[in-house]
């Protein structure tokens, strides 16, 4: 933990880390938490640029390569307004109670629907290799924290190409401003969808948007009142969309004096996001949502925190609201910091089932085999992507981990280890081999003899998988080193991975 004396005249609570703690530990913690994860070359390549560097390198997404987004694969009008002749064929068809051609009708509808559902299962495919595969892996951390944070369902919007523009907003603003995603969420299909918006008008609003915008997406509870969400359920009358576009339908929308968290006049959606954007405690509370989702867990907000987090969040606070809820300065001082890479953040948050499956494949290079069983298996343990619980998301941290879930990330870990699933093995296991040789480049490199050295390359793959080698760990492994013939061999390699990870250590990032 920083003292007060190393955090110089300042007394900043955010000192940043000098570059000569910035070790093997601190990279990988980094890539960890800024991303999923990293190979040890990787690792190995922000030590030798130091946290400055190494932190620029992934918040400034803008300058690493392109991932392509094939977005133009998916049919923007499987679930689309219907045709002027379909209109008219359902007119003609009620007016006449032709309940043959009634019948046809709905049978085409039910065909797009399911159609729908298949493309909302190719898209789920798609997020997930490309959080594999990306060059900025930021960029995706974020886009998934964006994903439990603005929460959006398929389930219930029924509308695969509205969840994938919203995925493609959270993606471009990122590690933008929180201020315009905030202006953007207001008129994004899927939101507007989800929360009943869209049949939102004067003299018949629909609270449930203008509550979720400050209880759940920027101010928390407590800091509004019921009159609040009234005036601005009124301010966000009109506000829906036709297709795949957002519209403002001005017959329908309530241009009457409203006062809302202090503000006065005839205020629109965007007076009232920038309303709430002026609260104090808006800062604080997505400050919390950050600190809790990159750095560690946090008591209830009534609970009593320690007063070095604390100050903590309120240095970031702060300069999230001097920024104008810029993210990249927030994010860049968060990571650059001493406190970042102290024992009360390392190897203290549990690893989200998205974290755990993108983070394998990244950091070992595993195969990825099915995308298919992927998909389930983080269904299993209780992140199924594009289809969060609820409106307030994913609870996360202790909420991943039961019987069940633990029984799940260990076979799933040996599936892309190994090919092997509880059922026997993959048909394509033998093809799709995992070559462990390269994890042991680094150690290799650094010294020719410690890759062959069974006890130095025990203590190697801990410090790479795990981040630490504990004592009960090491015997562990080298027992089973010594009764399976002493010697480095690539299946040997993969028996020690499958015994780490299968430990409850590795659950930890």
């Known amino acids: 933990m920083a003292t007060t004396a190393s955090r110089g005249i300042s007394g900043s609570a955010l000192a940043p880390l000098r570059r000569e703690s910035f070790g093997y530990a601190e990279a990988r913690h980094l890539l960890l938490r800024a991303g999923f994860g990293g190979t040890p070359?990787?690792?190995?390549?922000?030590?030798?640029?130091?946290?400055?560097?190494?932190?620029?390198?992934?918040?400034?997404?803008?300058?690493?390569?392109?991932?392509?987004?094939e977005a133009e694969r998916f049919d923007s009008a499987i679930m689309g307004e219907?045709?002027?002749?379909?209109?008219?064929?359902?007119?003609?068809?009620?007016?006449?109670?032709?309940?043959?051609?009634?019948?046809?009708?709905?049978l085409e509808r039910q065909r797009r629907q399911a159609a729908d559902r298949q493309q909302v299962r190719d898209m789920q495919r798609w997020w997930l290799i490309r959080m594999i595969e990306t060059p900025r892996p930021l960029e995706e951390k974020m886009t998934l924290f964006w994903h439990g944070h603005f929460a959006t369902s398929y389930r219930t919007i029924e509308d695969s190409y509205h969840m994938l523009l919203q995925n493609q907003l959270f993606r471009s603003n990122a590690v933008g401003s929180f201020a315009t995603l905030m202006h953007q969420i207001i008129r994004d299909p899927a939101m507007l969808a989800y929360l009943d918006n869209n049949d939102s008008r004067k003299n018949r609003p629909n609270e449930n948007l203008a509550r979720e915008l400050m209880e759940l997406f920027s101010l928390g509870v407590g800091s509004y009142s019921e009159q609040d969400i009234?005036?601005?359920?009124?301010?966000?009358?009109?506000?829906?969309?036709?297709?795949?576009?957002?519209?403002?339908?001005?017959?329908?929308?309530?241009?009457?004096?409203?006062?809302?968290?202090?503000?006065?006049?005839?205020?629109?959606?965007?007076?009232?996001?920038?309303?709430?954007?002026?609260?104090?405690?808006?800062?604080?509370?997505?400050?919390?949502?950050?600190?809790?989702?990159?750095?560690?867990?946090?008591?209830?907000?009534?609970?009593?925190?320690?007063?070095?987090?604390?100050?903590?969040?309120?240095?970031?606070?702060?300069?999230?609201?001097?920024?104008?809820?810029?993210?990249?300065?927030?994010?860049?001082?968060?990571?650059?910091?001493?406190?970042?890479?102290?024992?009360?953040?390392?190897?203290?948050?549990?690893?989200?089932?998205?974290?755990?499956?993108?983070?394998?494949?990244?950091s070992m290079?595993?195969?990825?085999?099915?995308?298919?069983?992927?998909?389930?298996?983080?269904?299993?343990?209780?992140?199924?992507?594009?289809?969060?619980?609820?409106?307030?998301?994913?609870?996360?941290?202790?909420?991943?981990?039961?019987?069940?879930?633990?029984?799940?990330r260990q076979n799933i870990m040996a599936y892309l280890l190994t090919g092997r699933t509880p059922r026997g093995y993959d048909a394509l296991a033998d093809e799709q081999r995992f070559d462990p040789s390269t994890i042991l480049g680094q150690l290799a490199k650094a010294d020719p003899g410690a890759a062959k050295d069974p006890g130095r390359v025990v203590d190697y793959l801990l410090r790479f998988a795990i981040g630490q080698a504990p004592t009960h760990a090491h015997a562990t492994l080298a027992e089973f080193v010594a009764s399976h013939g002493g010697e480095v061999t690539d299946d040997m390699i993969t028996g020690l991975l499958l015994l780490i990870t299968a430990m409850p250590e590795y659950q930890l990032t």
């Open 365 to 408: 290079h595993t195969p990825v085999r099915d995308l298919n069983v992927l998909l389930d298996a983080m269904a299993l343990m209780g992140q199924n992507i594009l289809f969060p619980p609820s409106v307030a998301g994913w609870d996360g941290e202790r909420s991943w981990i039961n019987t069940s879930t633990l029984y799940v």
């Open 82 to 106: 219907p045709s002027p002749e379909t209109e008219a064929r359902y007119r003609r068809a009620r007016q006449t109670s032709d309940e043959e051609e009634l019948a046809r009708l709905r």
């Open 41 to 69: 070359d990787q690792i190995q390549t922000l030590v030798e640029w130091g946290p400055e560097k190494a932190v620029s390198h992934l918040v400034e997404v803008a300058k690493a390569p392109t991932h392509p987004v």
């Open 230 to 362: 009234k005036e601005g359920a009124r301010a966000l009358t009109g506000y829906t969309f036709v297709d795949d576009r957002f519209e403002l339908r001005k017959e329908n929308h309530d241009t009457g004096a409203k006062q809302i968290l202090g503000k006065r006049g005839n205020m629109s959606g965007d007076d009232f996001v920038r309303a709430i954007l002026d609260q104090p405690v808006c800062s604080m509370y997505m400050t919390r949502k950050l600190y809790r989702f990159f750095a560690a867990d946090l008591p209830d907000e009534r609970e009593p925190i320690d007063p070095e987090t604390a100050a903590v969040l309120r240095e970031l606070a702060s300069l999230m609201g001097r920024t104008d809820y810029q993210l990249a300065p927030v994010l860049t001082r968060l990571f650059t910091s001493e406190h970042f890479y102290s024992p009360a953040v390392m190897n203290q948050r549990i690893k989200s089932p998205a974290e755990l499956i993108v983070g394998a494949v990244r």
